[in-house]
C-alpha cells in the first residue's frame, strides 16, 4: 500500500497548495494522488495518527540504529 504521510509532507502539502492553488499540481509534485492531498489541505492541523505513526516510526528506527541519518535527512528533506 501506499505509505503514510508525515507530518513535514503535511506541511509541505499546504505550502505547495498555497503557492500553486491547485491540489492535483501538489499531487504531481509529491508523488501522491490528488485524493489524498485534497483531503489533507481540508485539515487544519496535522491529524494525531500520523504524528504518533511518524513518531513511532523515528523511535523504531534509532532503536535499530541502521540508516538513522537517511531516513532524518529523508524527512528533513520532505519539510525544505
Known sequence: GATRVTPAEFAEMHRLYNELGNAAE????????AST???YIKMQDCPALVRHTTKELLERNNRQGAGNSDFQLSLIHISE
Open 37 to 39: 492531498v485534497r483531503r
Open 26 to 33: 501538489v499531487a504531481r509534485k509529491m508523488g501522491r494522488s
